[in-house]
């Protein structure tokens, strides 16, 4: 594989002001303080279920950062997977509702204490609901693509899914929709490669030397680029983005990142010493180029640690939905 | 009077031109054919998609995610089960979201036997799409309510099932659409496309108006006071004929249309349920898990003491597939001879 374009450039001066390192950096920390709360959370007794995306901060901070954000098809629409709580944070979403969809309290934002951790789902931002058969979001996106490609702008759709999932015929649906000659959609096809399925490794799923090289039979344009570099993430996110935008054609990008705290609470949610931490990474780069000291990052990271601590004792008070309320909104009324 | 394919396709253009119906689509759906029953000629929102039933379904739930109005194609009902997650999904956005997104889409598929279909063109849907939450289902028995129930389909913000029944989609209606011209030929000069070059043919529409079947409403399509039959779709007109026949022979049937099968009209039949004592359920989905039989248990706990014989049901027979001989598949679904004697044991069964 050619080096990605933009690797390696720690050597320079990063190639992104400061104020927006800063920023990356604090919303990588929130996400994965976030994250480490859920794991506690569910170790603890006070959810049944973690899955979520520590390792994949470094892509999904910058995906949030560089989105449209608004409801409609004016805006960007996100159709996630759930590994994306970095990418809500990004967007300005407050940590508490992951905590209260962990404990599947009443306040659940997200699902009313239906749902799973890292099930988000928010009209408001266009935030389509994520929902647990591995790439069904893929076939979706065509749609809301679709609208928007007809509504005009430069709104776009973005879709992201695992590597494993791209065995379903879910994604190759994606790419047949999206790339039909003269009714191209304007779709960031995103798949966030770890290298895993559950305990299957790549090796043992697929063939091809690049999951972004199945773009290539449908004259999409690609890119398998390095997701465990904020920076290169954020610069390559933008490029494909304005592609996407303006020329209204689908993007089919890989990001190879990590998988920190293995594949969810069913593999035991424990650290993995021996993946590349992109947190950590970036700190190194940010310290050493003296935009922050390590001081200053230890201090944000035990804030939020309060903070979060704070927020799970609040949630755990909190009611659970009541049992009548399975029978609301099986259907939305007209209001 | 038009047919049924005729009033699919006038709700339709009904719904482009007052509904914000967006789009029209599925596999030969759009020009040159529009379908492969013709319910779909001459729509201008009409496209064809590729030969895939998931990017389908998958198609329709994104665009009304993003607000618009999509009315989806799976071109026979034996060829949906392969969406059947996303079907589900549909279902629960809703519910999964705490109410936060809702679907306004319409599925349209054509079900069941009589155009001698073989394994793969004659399946029902009904027992498995009334075992998806979250979707209301209709299935038409004529042309106008053909017509009725997908301009209420289209005006749904919940997504909606619409089933087909295809051995009914030629048959014409003996009620007059609203708008339909009186004379027959033209309204087929009017709105069915030429064969051979049709690059150049527009539709010229009638002057439609607006005429909603009620989702959730059943209707009595005949009164009777002796035993309640309850039907739908391509039993529904056999069953009606039965009851007609059997009055010669002094017996008495109502006979119900549910026309919506999730919300269904349970007040209607059981208003005739307690009136007959009787009743017959009629479908033509295979009759191991069949929602007939959903019907029969809610009649046994409800009115159990009102019942003067025990609640039938007659359906497919459990069998793999619909075999193609004509003698194959008249065993395997009600016929009307089957509906006839089902309805005179049923009326002469005593405690
Ligand atoms: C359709 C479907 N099949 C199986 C599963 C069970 N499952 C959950 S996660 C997963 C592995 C997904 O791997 P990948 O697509 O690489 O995404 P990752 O979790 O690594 O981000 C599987 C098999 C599922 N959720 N959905």
């Known amino acids: 594989m050619p080096k990605p374009r933009l690797l390696n450039r720690d050597e320079d001066s990063l190639p992104l002001e400061r104020e927006l390192l800063v920023r990356m950096h604090d919303l990588m920390v929130k996400a994965r303080v976030l994250e480490e709360r859920l794991i506690q959370m569910y170790k603890q007794g006070h959810g049944y279920f973690w899955i979520g995306g520590p390792g994949e901060e470094a892509f999904n901070v910058p995906l949030g950062l560089l989105m449209k954000k608004g409801q409609g098809p004016a805006y960007d629409y996100l159709h996630a997977h759930y590994r994306q709580s970095a990418t809500m944070m990004a967007l300005?979403?407050?940590?508490?509702?992951?905590l209260r969809q962990m404990k599947n309290v009443a306040a659940d934002p997200y699902s009313g204490g239906r749902n799973f951790a890292g099930h988000f789902s928010k009209r408001e931002w266009n935030i389509a609901p994520v929902s647990s058969p591995i790439e069904v979001q893929y076939v979706m996106a065509p749609g809301t693509a679709l609208a928007q490609k007809r509504h005009g702008g430069d709104g776009i759709t973005i879709v992201t899914g695992g590597d494993a999932g791209t065995a379903e015929g879910d994604f190759a649906s994606c790419l047949v929709w999206s790339s039909r000659p003269g009714n191209e959609l304007p779709l960031l096809i995103i798949v966030t490669n770890n290298k895993w399925g559950i305990s299957t490794p790549a090796a043992g799923q697929?063939?091809?030397?690049?999951?972004?090289?199945?773009?290539?039979?449908?004259?999409?344009?690609?890119?398998?680029?390095?997701?465990?570099?904020?920076?290169?993430?954020?610069?390559?996110?933008?490029?494909?983005?304005?592609?996407v935008r303006k020329e209204r054609k689908p993007f089919l990008m890989e990001a190879l990142v990590s998988r920190l705290y293995g594949h969810s609470s069913a593999s035991g949610a424990n650290f993995v010493g021996n993946e590349q931490d992109c947190l950590a990474a970036f700190e190194e780069r940010l310290e050493k180029q003296g935009?922050?000291?390590?001081?200053?990052?230890?201090?944000?990271?035990?804030?939020?640690?309060?903070?979060?601590a704070a927020m799970a004792r609040?949630?755990?008070?909190?009611?659970?939905?009541?049992?009548?309320?399975?029978?609301?909104?099986?259907f939305a009324e007209r209001k | 009077m038009a047919n049924m394919a005729q009033a699919v396709r006038m709700a339709l253009h009904y719904a482009e031109e007052n509904l914000g119906v967006t789009d029209i689509f599925g596999e030969d759906v759009g020009a040159p054919l529009g379908g492969v029953f013709t319910a779909t000629q001459g729509l201008k929102t009409a496209w064809n998609s590729p030969l895939d039933e998931r990017g389908i379904i998958g198609m329709a739930i994104g665009l009304a995610m993003a607000g618009s109005k999509p009315v989806a194609e799976i071109q026979f009902a034996d060829y949906i089960y392969n969406t059947i997650d996303l079907l589900k999904i549909a279902g629960n956005t809703c519910w999964a979201t705490h109410g936060d997104w809702n679907l306004p889409?319409?599925?349209?598929?054509?079900?069941?036997?009589?155009?001698?279909?073989?394994?793969?063109?004659?399946h029902s849907f009904d027992a498995t799409a009334t075992h998806i939450p979250g979707w209301k289902i209709v299935i038409p028995s004529n042309p106008l309510d053909a017509y009725g129930l997908m301009i209420s389909a289209c005006q749904e913000i919940n997504p909606v099932m619409y089933l087909e029944p295809k051995a009914l989609l030629r048959i014409k209606g003996e009620e007059r659409i609203p708008g339909e011209p009186e004379d027959d030929k033209l309204l087929s000069k009017m709105i069915d496309a030429p064969l051979g070059d049709r690059t150049q043919w527009k539709p010229q529409w009638p002057q439609l108006e607006a005429y909603a079947v009620p989702i959730g409403k059943g209707k009595v399509v005949r009164a009777g006071a002796q035993v309640t039959v309850v039907s739908y779709g391509r039993?529904?007109?056999?069953?009606?004929?039965?009851?007609?026949?059997?009055?010669?022979?002094?017996?008495?049937?109502?006979?119900?249309?549910?026309?919506?099968?999730?919300?269904y009209d349970w007040e209607l039949i059981k208003g005739s349920v307690e009136k007959t004592g009787r009743v017959l359920y009629v479908n033509e989905d295979t009759e191991v898990t069949n929602f007939g039989e959903h019907l029969v248990r809610r009649t046994v706990e409800e009115l159990f003491y009102k019942l003067m014989a025990p609640p039938r049901l007659l359906a497919g027979k459990f069998v793999p597939g619909i075999g193609l001989a004509d003698t194959l598949e008249m065993a395997s679904v009600p016929q009307q001879g089957d509906i006839t004697s089902a309805i005179r044991s049923l009326a002469s069964e005593q405690p």
Not at chain 1, 291 to 308: Q, S
Not at chain 2, 105 to 122: A, E
């Open chain 2, 105 to 122: 889409m319409v599925v349209k598929t054509p079900v069941g036997s009589g155009i001698r279909g073989s394994i793969y063109h004659s």
């Open chain 2, 235 to 263: 039993t529904l007109p056999l069953c009606k004929k039965a009851a007609d026949d059997l009055a010669n022979e002094g017996v008495d049937a109502e006979v119900i249309d549910m026309r919506t099968l999730w919300p």
């Open chain 1, 314 to 330: 609040q949630v755990r008070e909190e009611p659970l939905p009541a049992p009548e309320t399975i029978w609301n909104h099986i």
């Open chain 1, 92 to 98: 300005g979403e407050e940590p508490i509702g992951a």
């Open chain 1, 206 to 243: 697929h063939g091809e030397t690049h999951v972004a090289d199945r773009g290539k039979a449908f004259n999409i344009r690609t890119k398998t680029i390095d997701g465990n570099d904020p920076i290169n993430a954020y610069l390559e996110l933008k490029e494909a983005m304005e592609y």
């Open chain 1, 291 to 308: 935009i922050l000291t390590r001081k200053e990052m230890d201090e944000l990271r035990n804030r939020y640690t309060e903070d979060m």
